[in-house]
């Protein structure tokens, strides 16, 4: 997706987008970089999909890398919040969009370091 950084004073945060129906905002929060997507119909300045990122150039990257279309969420997240997002024609990359968990690692491949995460392997 190709991202358009522009500053909304009165929501404070960036427009950076606008893909199939939903505005895609980014915004700083306390120690990470927030990406948010507001369907058309929510109201102003809530979100129904929210991924954090460590950093602003991670979140930029990322969303470029990213095609709402076909893929669910974008790589490079730490932590999700809101609801769980589907593309529309995700069957197309089903690889790439099995499940994760909150902190954006495959649920079946066990690598989320968190240890009260579904994706969690204890080391030994």
Same mark, same amino acid.
């Given at each position: @997706?190709?991202?358009? !950084?522009?500053?909304?004073?009165?929501?404070?945060?960036?427009?950076?987008?606008?893909?199939?129906? *939903?505005?895609? $905002? @980014?915004?700083?929060?306390?120690? /990470?970089?927030?990406? *948010? &997507?507001? +369907?058309?119909?929510?109201?102003?300045?809530?979100?129904?999909?929210a991924?954090? $990122?460590? *950093? @602003?150039q /991670?979140?930029?990257?990322?969303? %470029?890398?990213?095609?709402?279309? /076909?893929?669910?969420? !974008?790589? &490079?997240?730490?932590? #999700?919040? &809101? %609801? #769980? #997002? %589907?593309a !529309?024609?995700?069957? /197309?990359? +089903? =690889?790439y969009?099995?499940? #994760?968990?909150?902190? &954006?690692k495959?649920?079946?491949?066990?690598?989320?370091?968190?240890?009260?995460? =579904?994706?969690?392997? !204890?080391? $030994?």
């Amino acid at each position: @997706m190709e991202a358009n !950084p522009e500053y909304l004073p009165d929501l404070e945060r960036w427009h950076l987008a606008d893909d199939a129906g *939903t505005a895609w $905002f @980014m915004e700083s929060m306390l120690t /990470t970089w927030q990406l *948010t &997507g507001t +369907p058309d119909g929510y109201p102003a300045g809530t979100y129904a999909y929210a991924w954090h $990122f460590n *950093t @602003m150039q /991670t979140l930029l990257h990322a969303v %470029e890398a990213w095609d709402p279309a /076909t893929q669910d969420e !974008p790589n &490079g997240y730490v932590k #999700r919040k &809101g %609801e #769980r #997002r %589907e593309a !529309p024609d995700r069957l /197309t990359l +089903p =690889e790439y969009n099995r499940r #994760r968990c909150h902190h &954006g690692k495959y649920v079946e491949e066990g690598a989320c370091p968190h240890i009260a995460c =579904e994706a969690w392997t !204890p080391p $030994f």
